[in-house]
Nanobody, 121 residues
């Protein structure tokens, strides 16, 4: 099994910053991509940012220019630097990892438990 551990969530005032980190562990041959999603009560989970194997990134329009996703391939870690936070960024942030566990296998999705980010006004 592949497990993801997220950290860095917390309470911050509007305009502040947080840095989330997600580390994948277990038997991992390679990682196709990793990303961050967020979910609030009553709303569907949405993509925040994703980084693929080539290093290319994609962001939700609502966070472009404020959030930055980065990776440390050697440590199977992805981070999300969140600046200029807004109350509407409040959500549970979940890490997604699409990983290959052995050569020739298809990539499969693994999800972290989530870390709460609360932005106060």
């Amino acid at each position: 099994q592949v497990q993801l551990v997220e950290s860095g969530g917390g309470l911050v005032q509007a305009g502040g910053s947080l840095r989330l980190s997600c580390t994948a562990s277990g038997s991992i041959f390679s990682i196709n991509f990793m990303g961050w999603y967020r979910q609030t009560p009553g709303k569907q989970r949405e993509l925040v940012a994703i980084i693929i194997g080539s290093g290319s990134t994609n962001y939700a329009d609502s966070v472009k220019g404020r959030f930055t996703i980065a990776r440390d391939n050697a440590n199977n870690t992805v981070s999300l630097q969140m600046n200029s936070l807004k109350p509407e960024d409040t959500a549970v942030y979940l890490c997604r990892c699409n990983a290959v566990r052995w050569y020739g296998a298809a990539g499969r999705d693994y999800w972290g438990q989530g870390t709460q980010v609360t932005v106060s006004s």
